[in-house]
């Protein structure tokens, strides 16, 4: 399954994606769920959702407003240098996990604006995958962590380089630098991460390419490395870490402009796709 957020004459939904337009489930399932978060802290939620799969639709693609596919995370919890390429564009040596925060309000959606801060010319992108955690757990082991797992998503995890210095969470929670989608594909369609890969295009110029395989610390070993620490929740988002090929690292210094197009693809996930916008002061 693709499960979206959106808006829809000005009111917040959820449903699901088709070919055929979207169905519509906070108008098939009334009051049950709040929004696609809910679903997901529910255990027979994705279920529930399945049986709606062959429903006609009830709304075009077009007369939506897409939201981040998790609008109202408790948690996005970022992981940073976790490609061999990007490891080495940083310098970086450490052999943990380097994490970082991104606060639920940075967020934007699928065909929304990015927005270039009027204080910066150092706005990079960073493609990304995204975990979305579908149940609750503490100290994971790794052997389970995929269970834990409701689906993926394509991330632009938008980087303020000139507010970055020893720490990222600076850089990382400028209003809408952080794009979430389009969609999740549902972990039962991906049984595997390590199968997808990822690219990020620039105006239509391939700029980052790898595949998840090549991850250093991998989807199973980061939602386990993670939950020793916090308690994982419903609605959970984990991103792993962007390849190389970074605007910082390149030469001349490649950074996102207003009029730019950014996308993230993501095999049997989807394309993100945002303009980015200068900010108005």
């Known amino acids: ?31 049950k769920y709040a929004d696609l978060k809910s679903l997901l802290a529910d255990k027979e939620g994705l279920s529930v959702a399945k049986t709606y799969l062959d429903a006609p639709s009830d709304i075009d693609e077009q007369d939506i407003t897409y939201l981040p596919v998790i609008p109202n995370p408790n948690k996005i919890l970022c992981v940073g240098m976790n490609y061999a390429e990007k490891r080495a564009e940083f310098n970086e040596t450490s052999s943990a996990p380097t994490l970082f925060v991104r606060f639920p309000d940075s967020q934007t959606g699928h ?51 000139d507010w970055q ?36 295009y620039l105006n239509g110029e391939q700029m980052q390419h790898d595949s998840i395989k090549n991850l250093v610390h991998t989807v199973p070993e980061l939602i386990s490395y993670i939950s020793t620490f916090t308690h994982l929740s419903p609605g959970d988002v984990i991103l792993t870490g ?40």
């Open 165 to 200: 210095y020893t720490w990222f969470t600076a850089g990382k929670n400028w209003p809408s630098t952080g794009a979430f989608g389009p969609c999740i594909t549902t972990s039962d369609e991906i049984a595997d991460p390590k199968e997808l890969s990822l690219t990020t």
């Open 1 to 31: 399954m693709k499960l979206v957020s959106y808006l829809v004459s000005g009111r917040a939904s959820f449903g699901l994606l088709t070919h055929n337009g979207i169905v519509d489930l906070k108008q098939k399932l009334g009051d």
């Open 111 to 161: 065909k929304t604006n990015i927005i270039k801060p009027a204080i910066t010319n150092e706005l990079d992108y960073e493609g990304e995958l995204a975990i979305i955690i579908g149940k609750a757990g503490f100290r994971i082991k790794v052997e389970d962590a995929l269970s834990y797992v409701a689906g993926y998503s394509c991330y632009m995890d938008g980087s303020i380089r």
């Open 242 to 281: 962007s390849p190389g090929g970074v605007g910082k690292k390149r030469h001349p210094p490649v950074f996102m402009q207003d009029g730019d197009i950014i996308e993230v693809e993501i095999t049997k996930i989807g394309r993100l796709t945002n303009s980015v916008v200068a900010e108005k002061r």
